[in-house]
């Protein structure tokens, strides 16, 4: 039973990537938070370099050396590049752009170098093999386990760790740096485990989706998660079930197109971010131009009835509380008149006495609340 | 040399690089002024799709298509970002990271389905991805040299109104200047340099060639033409290098060493540029704090033989050092250096001790004398 669990390949490939997803997306939140997205993409250029160095150095393939070894080029980098940027002569994103390119393309010349001896080629540094994880396991209690899904289920268990741990100080840290730093919170050094965190994690999933993918399982999901909530651990849980999501359909889709899977999984999750991007019930483009829309109705229906109210039985009311007046004097189109009358009517607003406009008790009611909010 | 000079592949090569230097080391400069180095990054990755679309469309590796198929999706990912900053509450670095991640995530998907598809001519795809110099025909020299050519003339005819949209827009949009079209013609222009550069750095590092020439020639001149003019240069300097020392030794790629020449003159532009050099800052800094620590022995020992009423006041070495809680034995020894100061001996004390001379004793009080602030 476990044994078939094991053995079954597509099922191992959809959790592998489901881990890589969770894993990231624990970490990437607060990156997307804290504004340092792009740094997630300088990390996973550079831990190339890393991971060549300490293999060509300890013969270390995979396993907590590797991880840990090559991690700390990851936060190298942030180091060079928060340096570069403390010499006041480039600002911070030029910084970026050339730390990590240096680091990347001493590790791709390594690669070409040493191309015979190393066990990753130029193809999966940037786009990994997470469909054949399943050939390289390891013999865990007695059961073939893919090594890459072990080294990500550790992953996620010490980042599920790290948030759950350090939930408040992380939570102050990323909203009100100054106010942790006042208490004593120690800002920069949360900010370097986070990245060395982000680093293993990295180098965790490398052989999985290589270097610019992971980045999609970094930012992406938490994004997405950012257009739909205000809560942190509500975005963390929607981060993850969107990563989780997008292995199982990018793992489906990849088989039926014949394409690569890691690949797909993350188009997957540029896919969510376009959902919840246009159809975010609270931050969504959709919602949003619907409630301008709703906004502007109301403001007309304030309009007339105020413009009906202060020129209810006036002088002037055969003038001015008429469908015409509202053109003239309102300056509206003709069209956006008339729909703004016949709203006002549904909503029993105003009413018609042959050519006049009127209120009705409601809709001067509604005038008066506006006008005379004292009266209430 | 010479014999290199003369081989047709290795002058094919030099032309490309020589136009990828040109073109990425002034429409960077752009960039970097305007704060959008990161740009450069998820421009250069989200070509990556295009390449693979304009191979669909072409059915071989027609360098034209290809090309164009690049700056197409390079600026749909500019837009994507501009959408994603503009209409919703994502943040421009996640959404460079966004656009960065699932444009190259769909290009991998492209890429593999083509691959998959078995077509023949398919292999000089992944060129594309760290740049194969080798593989530029002469013919495709003729549509890099165009692309160049019109976006320098593009710069030359808009210079006035780049110069001033980089650097301050708040103005240019007083004057009536159209400043989103112009910042749409620049954000063009970088989608321009990476497509030129395309063949020889590839995707994953065009970043560096948009913004390393930049940051170097920022550190030598004030003017932005002599900024233009000297990325231009050093981004020849390091294309040519680095190309043609990857056409002569097989089996490394063009873009990280490319990459490493232009990081190497950035780090000398870094360090070594007059006024904004590093080195010639430190060099000022020390030279400052040794004038400072100077004179503040000065009118110590001015201060004491005041306060004796002895223009020959002997002080003792440890208690100049305490006063000022720094040995001062260094500073005294150049003050002596230059006449302002003498060692003596006070009998029947056997600790140093030392006394201004005339020279030393006007100079104090030509620093006593002089105004607040004024450091002459």
Redesign the interface.
Known sequence: MIEAFFLNISLMIMLTGALVGCASSLVGTFL?LR????L??AIS?SIIFGIVVVWLLTGAASGPVQIVGAAMTGVLTVFLTEL?FS?R???Y??A???VF??L???G??LL??Y?RDVHID??TV??GEIGFVWLDTVDLAGYEIPRSLISMSVMTVVNLLFVRVLYKELKITTFDPALAAALGFAPTAIFYALLFLTSATAVAAFDAVGA??L??F???PP?AA??LTDRLWVMLAIGMAISIASSVSGYYL?VV????I??????M??VF?GLA?LFGPR?G?IA?LHRQRTEREANALRTVAIHLYSHEDGTQQHEENVARALETHLGWTARHARAVIAQGLTRNLLARQDNLLVLTPKGREHARSILEPWRN | MLALLGDYTIQTVAMGAALLGISSGVLGCFA?LR????L??TLS?AALPGICIGFLIAGSRDIGTILAGALVTGAASALVVLL?TR?????T??A???A???S??????????IQ?GGNASQGGL?SF??GQAAAILRGDLWIMGGVTLSALALVGLLWKEFKLVSFDPGFATSLGLPVVALEVAMTTMVALAVVVGLQMVGV??M??M???P??AA??WTHSLGGMVTLAALFGTMAGVSGAVISATVR???T???I??AI?AI?LIS?VLAPG?G?AWASLRRRRDRRRLAGRQVLSTLYGLAAEHGDQGYRAELGALDTFHGTPTRQTLQQLERRGLVAPVTHAPETTPHWELTKAGFAEARRIDDAPEGDDR
């Open positions: 997307v504004g340092n997205s792009m997630s993409d250029h570069l010499t002569r480039v600002k994103d030029a970026i752009g050339l390119p240096v990347f393309s001493v791709v010349l070409n170098l191309a130029q193809h940037l786009l610019v993918l980045v999609a970094v930012i992406v994004s950012y257009l990849a197109l014949d394409v690569s890691g690949g797909m999984m993350a188009v999750t540029g971010l991007f931050y483009v949003r | 970097v704060k959008q180095s990161l450069g990054d990755h994603l209409m919703s509450r994502l943040k670095d996640a460079l990271g966004i960065l991640s699932v190259f995530a769909i290009g991998v998907v492209l890429l593999t389905h998959g992944d991805l760290f994953v590092l970043t560096a948009i913004v390393a930049a940051v920022r550190q089996g490394l790629s873009g990280p060493l990459v490493l990081s950035v870094l904004r590093l």
